[in-house]
C-alpha cells in the first residue's frame, strides 16, 4: 500500500470515528424522534466538508475554486428533474407488474389523491404544486447536502479515483458513505423495520448507486454543484414518493424499489464513465494551490 493511499484510508478511518460518535449523540438525545434530531442530523452533513477542508489545508489546497464552478450549466437542470423521473418510471413500472397497487387518481372523480388524508386536488394543480415543492424543497434541502457534497464529490472522490481507479474508487467511496450513515440507519431512519438489512445492506448499495450517479454528474459537468442538487432532489421529493401511502405494498418492496433502480444506474454511471477514461468526456477537477490570502 503505497504512503498517500495509507494516509487517505486513515484519514476516512479518522472521519468515520468522529461521525459515529456524533451519530451516537444522536440517539442519545432522543433518536430519529428527537426533538433536536434534524439539527443535529443537518450538522452530521457537514462532517464531510469539514474533513475535507482540513485535508485540503494540510496539503495546501485552497477550497474556493471547487465551489465556484458551475461547470455545464444543463447538468443543473437534469439533476433536479432526473431523480423524479426515475421514481416516477420505477412507480409506474411497479404499478404495471403488480409490484405494487397505485391510488393516486381516484378513477371515480378524476382527481388526485396527494399524500394528506380527505384531499383531492384536479390533476393541473396537483402538478403545479408538486413543482413548487420541489423547487422548493431542492433549495432548502440543498443547504445540508452540499455538506456531504463538498466532501464526498468534491475532494474525497478524486482521491479514492487516483488511488484505486475509476471503478474500485467510486465503488469503495460509495460503500463508506453507506457506512456512514450506518448507526442512524440501525436506528430505524430511511429503512424502519429492517435495522440490519437496512444498515449494513440496502443502504451501502443505495449509496454505492448514488456514488455512481453523482460521480457521472461531477465528472462529466466539471463541478460539484449538479451532486449536491441531485442529493436535495432525492431527499426532498424523490426518493418519498416510494412512501406514500397511494402506492400501497410490501415495505421491503417499497425499499427495494428504491434500491435496485439507482444501484443499477449508478454501475451503469461506473461503467461508462470507465468507457470513456481518457477521451476528454470528463475530467478530474481539482483545488488550486492555496495562496498566502487563501
Known amino acids: 500500500m503505497t504512503r498517500d493511499r495509507r494516509s487517505l484510508l486513515t484519514f476516512i478511518t479518522g472521519l468515520l470515528i468522529v461521525s459515529f460518535l456524533w451519530e451516537g449523540a444522536i440517539l442519545l438525545l432522543g433518536g430519529i424522534t428527537g426533538p433536536y434530531f434534524v439539527l443535529l442530523a443537518v450538522i452530521l452533513m457537514y462532517f464531510p466538508a469539514l474533513g475535507a477542508l482540513v485535508?485540503?489545508?494540510?496539503?495546501?489546497?485552497?477550497?474556493?475554486?471547487?465551489?465556484?464552478?458551475?461547470?455545464?450549466?444543463?447538468?443543473?437542470?437534469?439533476?433536479?428533474?432526473?431523480?423524479?423521473?426515475?421514481?416516477?418510471?420505477t412507480l409506474t413500472l411497479a404499478a404495471a407488474t403488480g409490484l405494487i397497487a397505485q391510488a393516486l387518481v381516484d378513477p371515480a372523480t378524476g382527481l388526485v389523491n396527494p399524500p394528506v388524508p380527505g384531499v383531492q386536488l384536479p390533476v393541473g394543480i396537483f402538478i403545479l404544486q408538486f413543482l413548487v415543492s420541489l423547487v422548493l424543497g431542492v433549495a432548502i434541502t440543498s443547504l445540508a447536502t452540499f455538506g456531504e457534497e463538498f466532501g464526498w464529490r468534491g475532494v474525497f472522490q478524486n482521491l479514492f479515483i487516483r488511488e484505486f481507479g475509476v471503478v474500485?474508487?467510486?465503488?469503495?467511496?460509495?460503500?463508506?458513505?453507506?457506512?456512514?450513515?450506518?448507526?442512524?440507519?440501525?436506528?430505524?431512519?430511511?429503512?424502519?423495520?429492517?435495522?440490519?438489512?437496512?444498515?449494513?445492506?440496502?443502504?451501502?448499495?443505495?449509496?454505492?448507486?448514488?456514488?455512481?450517479?453523482?460521480?457521472?454528474?461531477?465528472?462529466?459537468?466539471?463541478?460539484?454543484?449538479?451532486?449536491?442538487?441531485?442529493?436535495?432532489?432525492?431527499?426532498?421529493?424523490?426518493?418519498?414518493?416510494?412512501?406514500?401511502?397511494?402506492?400501497?405494498?410490501?415495505?421491503?418492496?417499497?425499499?427495494?424499489l428504491l434500491v435496485i433502480p439507482w444501484f443499477v444506474l449508478g454501475i451503469l454511471a461506473i461503467l461508462d464513465l470507465k468507457r470513456s477514461e481518457g477521451t476528454g468526456a470528463w475530467k478530474y477537477f481539482w483545488p488550486e494551490e492555496r495562496t498566502v490570502s487563501g
Do not use: C, D
Open 168 to 256: 474500485q474508487g467510486i465503488l469503495l467511496l460509495g460503500l463508506i458513505w453507506g457506512i456512514w450513515h450506518a448507526p442512524l440507519i440501525y436506528s430505524g431512519y430511511n429503512f424502519p423495520g429492517y435495522p440490519l438489512l437496512g444498515a449494513f445492506v440496502l443502504m451501502p448499495l443505495l449509496t454505492i448507486g448514488f456514488s455512481g450517479v453523482f460521480a457521472w454528474l461531477t465528472l462529466r459537468s466539471g463541478s460539484l454543484w449538479p451532486a449536491v442538487l441531485a442529493h436535495a432532489s432525492i431527499n426532498s421529493t424523490a426518493a418519498g414518493l416510494l412512501y406514500w401511502p397511494q402506492f400501497e405494498g410490501e415495505l421491503l418492496t417499497k425499499y427495494l
Open 55 to 89: 485535508y485540503l489545508r494540510q496539503r495546501g489546497l485552497a477550497w474556493r475554486r471547487l465551489v465556484t464552478t458551475a461547470g455545464k450549466r444543463w447538468y443543473l437542470l437534469a439533476a433536479v428533474v432526473a431523480p423524479v423521473l426515475v421514481s416516477v418510471a
